[in-house]
């Protein structure tokens, strides 16, 4: 691999501070509030875009310019990154839609719920709000267009339950970050 795509080294991905750091060729380290993570960075159109690659616990240097190499090899041949991904999160696990994630965060928090209502709560919700929007979408996929979307039609008439599907997908989004579904931003957070 040449110089220009190798600028990290293993223990300066141990040791480097805040900040996005290149290695080459797209791929970055993020480092940001002690969590270190993988970014593939790419132009399309005029626009920059952004994955995460899933945490360096998770996937190794070598693997993330792997990935990176994959995700080049894409871009040159004018397919999205998200195609070699495969959808594919930490482990080789394919990463779940922002319904799927959704559920998955209930059932982990459900237990520490006092009363069994909640999560039926938070089902319904997401489910009559935020879905028709975001809920079949991957979690990278979400922005803040989309959570305006979801907000705009109930924000005046229905001001406790915006305000609730808010708190819930912003709950959701920091899921899937900390599972490295996602980037750290989330464009639900007021």
């Not at 501070?17 to 790419?42: E, I």
């Not at 009559?128 to 979307?149: I, S």
């Amino acid at each position: 691999m040449g110089r220009e795509l190798a600028r990290l080294t293993a223990v300066q991905v141990r040791s480097l501070g805040p900040g996005l750091h290149a290695d080459g060729g797209g791929l970055f380290l993020h480092v940001q509030g002690g969590r270190r993570s993988w970014v593939f960075v790419w132009k399309r159109g005029g626009k920059q875009h952004r994955r995460g690659l899933g945490s360096v616990k998770a996937r190794s240097l070598a693997r993330a310019r792997e990935l990176a190499a994959e995700l080049r090899a894409a871009l040159a041949d004018g397919r999205h990154p998200d195609e070699v991904l495969g959808r594919l999160a930490q482990g080789g696990a394919p990463i779940p839609t922002v319904a799927e994630a959704a559920e998955r965060m209930i059932q982990d928090r459900a237990a520490a719920w006092r009363n069994p209502k909640h999560a039926q709560q938070w089902r319904h919700s997401l489910r009559d709000y935020a879905w028709p929007v975001v809920g079949a979408k991957r979690p990278a996929e979400v922005t803040l267009e989309d959570v305006l979307a979801i907000l705009k039609p109930i924000w005046t008439t229905k001001t406790e339950t915006a305000t609730r599907v808010r708190q819930r997908l912003e709950a959701v989004l920091d899921y899937c970050a900390v599972h490295g579904w996602r980037e750290e931003s989330n464009p639900a957070r007021w």
